[in-house]
Every structure is written in structure tokens, then in C-alpha cells.
């Protein structure tokens, strides 16, 4: 039979294991903690995101005091305008070459 000291070495020779294993481990914990660390990340953006300050809050929540009506709207926006008695004019367009 191999002694102790025979089979160490001879693992030790193995590349797989001299090489393979550290490289699986490396990448196995990367990932792990890749994953932690974009996890908490995302976590702080969205803590970030949802904090509103109550400043802003108030502003936000405000109701306007009646509801938007589109043809008063339309009414106050053309009520210093005669469209009846209009004419087209023409824009002076740029020379292409």
C-alpha cells in the first residue's frame, strides 16, 4: 500500500487538483457574492428611490382645486384669439444645395 506521504504527493501532482479545484472554488464564491452584493445593491436604490420627504409628500398629494376640464381649457386659451379671420403666410424656407 501507498503511505500517507506517497498519496500527497501524488494528488499534489494531479493538475486537476493542483489548479481545477481552486479555479471552481474561486468562481463558485465569486458568484455567491456577486450575487449578495447586487442584491443589496438594488436594495439601496430602491430605498433611495422610495424615500419621500414629506415636503414632497404634501406637494404630491395636493388635489387641484376643481378637476381639468378640456374644452374650458380650450375656451380660456383661444378666447383672445379671432379665429375666425385668419391668413396663411408663408415661411421662408432655407435654399438647399
Do not use: C, Y
Request: net charge positive; glycine share 6%; aromatic share 4%.
Amino acid at each position: 500500500g501507498l503511505t500517507h506521504a506517497m498519496r500527497t504527493v501524488r494528488l499534489s501532482r494531479n493538475p486537476f487538483l493542483r489548479f481545477g479545484v481552486p479555479m471552481l472554488a474561486l468562481v463558485v464564491v465569486g458568484s455567491l457574492g456577486l450575487k449578495e452584493l447586487m442584491t443589496l445593491r438594488v436594495a439601496l436604490r430602491d430605498e433611495k428611490v422610495n424615500k419621500v420627504s414629506s415636503e414632497e409628500l404634501d406637494r404630491l398629494s395636493r388635489r387641484p382645486k376643481q378637476p381639468f376640464d378640456a374644452e374650458g381649457e380650450l375656451r380660456r386659451l383661444t378666447k383672445d384669439l379671432d379665429i375666425e379671420n385668419w391668413e396663411n403666410k408663408r415661411v421662408d424656407r432655407p435654399e438647399h444645395k
